[in-house]
Nanobody, 126 residues
Framework: QVQLLESGGGSVQSGGSLKLSCAAS????????MGWFRQGPGKEREFVAT????????YYADSVKGRFTISRDNAKNTVYLQMNSLKPEDTAVYYC???????????????????WGQGTQVTVSS
């Protein structure tokens, strides 16, 4: 199995930026689609962004489009989420996930992902 370790969370003011990282173990990272999801207090886990195995296709939730950027470095077994223009509604625990059965188009569905990190807290104050 794959172990995922998120880092880079913290507390910032509205309008600020953070960059999250997710480091993966294993030898097959380059064939997995990777996704970022988040879960705020009292809410269900929701899709944020996803990237296919090569990095050639990315998709974003409407709520973060234009502000967040997902990228990956397969040589480092790492996926990133650059978050700009942060808003208080972005406050949540952010989770990294891997889909080992993906194709060219990465999935946006929570149920399709096989491996999950423990999450990292992002707090945005007004």
């Amino acid at each position: 199995q794959v172990q995922l370790l998120e880092s880079g969370g913290g507390s910032v003011q509205s309008g600020g930026s953070l960059k999250l990282s997710c480091a993966a173990s294993g030898r097959t990272f380059s064939i997995y689609a990777m996704g970022w999801f988040r879960q705020g207090p009292g809410k269900e886990r929701e899709f944020v962004a996803t990237i296919n195995y090569s990095g050639s296709r990315t998709y974003y939730a409407d709520s973060v489009k234009g502000r967040f950027t997902i990228s990956r470095d397969n040589a480092k077994n790492t996926v990133y989420l650059q978050m700009n223009s942060l808003k208080p509604e972005d406050t949540a625990v952010y989770y990294c996930a891997a889909d080992r059965r993906s194709g060219v188009v990465p999935t946006q569905q929570v149920s399709e992902y096989d491996y999950w990190g423990q999450g990292t807290q992002v707090t945005v104050s007004s």
